[in-house]
Every structure is written in structure tokens, then in C-alpha cells.
């Protein structure tokens, strides 16, 4: 782990109080991978190398439905294809970006992002209209686990919106980095609290910059979520992340997506729409409605790795709910739930 990230959270785990009473030895806290480290071996690299090992993770191409595809999908596409061609070129000038693996990892990549946008296009037109808004009307677009922040492509160059990526792993966390700073140039600024907290900046004014519209890409580390405004998002996405959570995490995402999401707000999903063994048993789609005030817009009718890699589906906020994690972790788990030690050793949760 890097050491910024690492004090960080340290600090945050103390500060607001994840490793004292039940919420340490009951609940748990939400910034832990269930699985351990998220890198399958052994080995650390860093810097570019895990750059490379993300943009091959990305190997099985799925062509877009053409009944989800717009009228300027070409173009779009080409956008976005463009972008992820650029960043690669700027960190491996050494490689061809035109050879057959490289250019399928690109195009995957591209891919997946369009069809996102192209859910969002056709299911949430009225956030697609306000991309060439004022500014103080344009989209703001909150991604939870945001991976390599690929989806901060469609934000920035298709919806011309602010991004802000919620990340808790050091991985991510730092591949994002380097993906960001390359994104991000001739659209405004990037946003790297972690940098600004090493730095000795305040709480107060770490919390100023979160509510900051002074950047177009802010990267914040999840622990930092619960400082994101009360209804100041009109996106969030939750990209091939949820069912990878523990239990305290994707209560602590819904909670506060509930909480940041304006009323008639959009929350995008994709992943395989199932719940893995051993991580949680929230089932986020249905909390989501029954729970939380949102309707079901679309749920894209597809076959997971076989149509299309990871199922999409869109949920809009009808009405607010007032909630926090403590209370939405009793009502969905049970006031004496163990869930502290990871999914397979849960206790006593509610029937």
C-alpha cells in the first residue's frame, strides 16, 4: 500500500471511529477488499506496469446491441477509443498501439464505456441534454470503485461533466492517478485530495475542495465520501464493483448514494447481477427499491459474457429517504449481526 493512502486511512479509521466498539469487532469497516490485496499475485509494481496490467484485463470484446446504439455512436465511439489510444501512447511510447493485442485491449475498454453511455443516452436523456449546459447546470457524475476511471471518458468528453472518483484500494487508487492526469488535459483541472491531505491541508479545507467546482476530474478516497455533499450529484455509477464489496461497504454505498444523489437522480449499475458467495448477502438492485425510494428505468436484457461483459442496469431517485449506514445496516442485516470477519464467517444475520 502507498504510504499517503495508508496514513490516510489510518487517520480516517481513528477519526471516525471504524475501529472502536461494534463497529470494529461487529460490523466492520467499509474500506477493506474482501478478498485481501486485489492483485492477483504476489509481486508489486506500481507505477506502469500496473498501468499495462489494466489495460489487459480488458480481453473479451462484446459488440454493442444495435437497439442500444444512438445516432452518433460512431462518433462517440471514436472519442473514447481515442482517448484510451493517447493515454496508453503517452505511458508506452515504446509499443505499437496497433498491435492485435493492444489495439483489442483499447477497443474493449471503448467498448465497455460507450455502452454505458449509450445506456445513460437512451434511459436518462434529460442528463444527456444538459451536456453543453452553464456550467453551474452541467452533470455531476459520481463514480464508486471506479477501477482504471474509465468511465470518467464518457463523463468529461461525451456528458461535458465533473467527475469525482470514490476509490478505497491502493491499486486502483494509483492507476487512477496516472490515468487522470493524461485524461484530463484541455478539460480543466484534476483533483488529488490524497496529495492535498500529505500535505498537511486541514480537514476544513480538504472538505472545501471536495465541494470545490474548481476541477473537472477530483479523485477522493472513499473514506472521504461522507464529506460529498447532500444532493449534489445527478450521477452516480457503480461499475464491476458491488458484488466484489463486504458487507459494511456496499451498505456504506448505499447509504451514502442515497444521501448524495439529488431527488430524480440517476444510479447506474453494471456488473454480472449476481451475488458472489462468501462477499455479502445485500441484494443492492432490490434494497434499491423496496428501501431506498428508486425506481427500476431499464434493465438491459442481456446474457453476462455472453452479450455483452457485465449486466447494465439504471435506477432513478423518486423520492428521498432519509437514512444513514448504522440504521440502513440494522434494518437490511440485523441489529446483531456479526458481519466484522468477511462474508462466509457472518453471524446471527437477520432471517
Not at 133 to 143: F, G, S, T
Request: proline share 4%; aromatic share 14%.
Amino acid at each position: 500500500m502507498s504510504w499517503d493512502l495508508e496514513a490516510s486511512l489510518k487517520r480516517a479509521l481513528v477519526r471516525q471511529g471504524w475501529v472502536f466498539g461494534d463497529r470494529y469487532f461487529r460490523i466492520g469497516n467499509p474500506f477493506t477488499w474482501v478478498d485481501g490485496p486485489l492483485q492477483l499475485s504476489s509481486f508489486d509494481f506500481r507505477g506502469v506496469v500496473d498501468l499495462a496490467q489494466w489495460y489487459s484485463g480488458y480481453y473479451e470484446k462484446y459488440l454493442t446491441p444495435e437497439s442500444l446504439k444512438n445516432s452518433s455512436y460512431e462518433k462517440d465511439y471514436a472519442i473514447l477509443e481515442g482517448k484510451y489510444k493517447e493515454i496508453y501512447n503517452s505511458y508506452f511510447p515504446f509499443f505499437d498501439s496497433s498491435d492485435p493485442q493492444v489495439d483489442l485491449n483499447i477497443s474493449c475498454h471503448a467498448l465497455a464505456r460507450i455502452q454505458d453511455y449509450c445506456m445513460l443516452s437512451k434511459y436518462a436523456p434529460d442528463l444527456v441534454e444538459r451536456k453543453d449546459a452553464v456550467p453551474c447546470q452541467k452533470i455531476r457524475h459520481l463514480d464508486f470503485g471506479a477501477g482504471l476511471g474509465g468511465n470518467a471518458t464518457y463523463s468529461l468528453f461525451l456528458l461535458d461533466g465533473f467527475y469525482t472518483a470514490i476509490e478505497a484500494h491502493p491499486w486502483s487508487y494509483n492507476i487512477q492517478r496516472m490515468f487522470f492526469r493524461q485524461l484530463v488535459q484541455g478539460k480543466g483541472r484534476y483533483l488529488d485530495l490524497l496529495a492535498a491531505e500529505s500535505l498537511e491541508l486541514p480537514i476544513d479545507e480538504l472538505r472545501k475542495l471536495i465541494s470545490s467546482e474548481d476541477f473537472a476530474i477530483k479523485q477522493i478516497p472513499s473514506w472521504y465520501f461522507i464529506d460529498v455533499p447532500t444532493a449534489s450529484q445527478d450521477l452516480v455509477t457503480a461499475t464491476t464493483v458491488l458484488n466484489e464489496l463486504n458487507t459494511a461497504a456496499i451498505i456504506y454505498m448505499l447509504s451514502e448514494s442515497c444521501r448524495v444523489l439529488k431527488e430524480g437522480g440517476y444510479l447506474y449499475i453494471r456488473d454480472s447481477a449476481k451475488l458472489k458467495p462468501g462477499r455479502h448477502n445485500v441484494n443492492y438492485d432490490q434494497v434499491l427499491v423496496e428501501q431506498l425510494g428508486f425506481e427500476l428505468v431499464h434493465w438491459l436484457d442481456v446474457r453476462n459474457r455472453i452479450d455483452m461483459f457485465a449486466i447494465p442496469r439504471l435506477y432513478r431517485k423518486k423520492r428521498n429517504v432519509t437514512t444513514n449506514f448504522d440504521s440502513l445496516f440494522t434494518l437490511l442485516v440485523g441489529r446483531e449481526a456479526v458481519t466484522s470477519h468477511g462474508g462466509e464467517y457472518s453471524q446471527n444475520l437477520k432471517p
